[in-house]
């Protein structure tokens, strides 16, 4: 009778601890979930990436305040018309924009939503490219072989900032040095061919294809070489566009231009001397498609 009497006491409690183990297992993954997402709305510092953007960004894009407001990430997952929309709304309110690129099909992604930026907006997208580091907070350019610290994450910095018009742009062009990156060998011959062939009369234009990330990846690293082969009084510009004949293909014009001696105006005259009184001059911001 014991026995039965137990059975029966067990068969009335069993409901009442399936509803309790519900319970339980609800509050736990609201518990899991709740920290996930404290995780993903922390910045895009470091290498990971924010999860939102007001831009509808490419990937990661940097929050609004910090070492990180106006930074963007290119993802390898090919969304480079959202980057490239995001790179023109942060050009359009800042007038310049940071976007990084770890990897060969990062980098890739750049370059592609560099053109596609250059041919929607009214003005070309010029850009430098710089090896970056977080030894330094994410903020800090380094060189290839830099002193970015030991066993720090380095990556690939494109600064972007609004060119001119494109009528003035293509006008100026004139006849094309065309080269084509490779994904195979060092990218240093690469970046020696760009400098060299600034000599010649035209544009050196180095082409690469959507579906060789590693060539992208081996210009982009040809770019941040530059700076390093060049004197300290040369400025590297590129724009990168796609080409029309092949929707997969794009291309990067470099110049190699010589840094402009600023002769003093009244405007630097006047935030020199305020400077010295003590005084914080205010910041301009570079309007975008400046002639």
């Known amino acids: 009778p014991n026995l039965v009497l137990a059975m029966i006491a067990a068969a009335m409690l069993r409901p009442f601890a399936l509803r309790c183990g519900t319970a339980a297992a609800t509050s736990?993954?609201?518990?899991?979930?709740?920290?996930?997402?404290?995780?993903?709305?922390?910045?895009?510092?470091?290498?990971?990436?924010?999860?939102?953007?007001?831009?509808?960004?490419?990937?990661?894009?940097?929050?609004?305040?910090?070492?990180?407001?106006?930074?963007?990430?290119?993802?390898?997952?090919?969304?480079?018309?959202n980057l490239a929309r995001a790179i023109w709304g942060r050009l359009k309110e800042n007038g310049a924009v940071d976007v990084d690129a770890r990897g060969a099909p990062s980098c890739g992604s750049a370059l592609r939503a560099l053109a596609l930026a250059s041919r929607d907006a009214p003005c070309v997208v010029e850009f430098d490219v710089r090896w970056a580091s977080d030894a330094e907070g994410g903020g800090g350019a380094i060189g290839e072989g830099g002193a970015g610290g030991q066993g720090a994450a380095r990556w690939l910095r494109f600064s972007a900032r609004a060119g001119p018009r494109w009528d003035r742009f293509k006008k100026n062009l004139g006849r094309f040095l065309t080269m084509t990156a490779s994904g195979r060998g060092d990218?240093?011959?690469?970046?020696?061919?760009?400098?060299?062939?600034?000599?010649?009369?035209?544009?050196?234009?180095?082409?690469?294809?959507?579906?060789?990330?590693?060539?992208?990846?081996?210009?982009a690293k040809?770019?941040?070489?530059?700076?390093?082969?060049?004197?300290?009084?040369?400025?590297?510009?590129?724009?990168?566009?796609?080409?029309?004949?092949?929707?997969?293909?794009?291309?990067?014009?470099?110049?190699?231009d010589r840094a402009p001696v600023a002769s003093p105006t009244p405007e630097l005259t006047e935030a020199a001397a305020g400077a010295a009184s003590g005084s914080s001059a205010t910041q301009r911001v570079a309007a975008p498609c400046g002639g």
């Open 28 to 81: 736990r993954r609201a518990a899991a979930i709740g920290t996930s997402s404290s995780s993903a709305s922390t910045g895009a510092g470091g290498g990971g990436s924010s999860s939102s953007s007001s831009d509808g960004g490419g990937g990661g894009v940097g929050g609004k305040s910090g070492p990180g407001a106006n930074r963007l990430w290119a993802a390898s997952g090919g969304r480079e018309v």
């Open 187 to 219: 990218f240093r011959p690469l970046a020696k061919a760009i400098k060299a062939r600034q000599r010649e009369e035209g544009t050196v234009t180095v082409e690469g294809w959507r579906d060789d990330p590693l060539a992208a990846y081996a210009l």
């Open 222 to 256: 040809a770019l941040a070489e530059l700076p390093r082969l060049c004197s300290s009084q040369s400025i590297v510009r590129c724009v990168a566009a796609p080409q029309k004949d092949d929707k997969d293909a794009f291309a990067v014009h470099v110049w190699i």
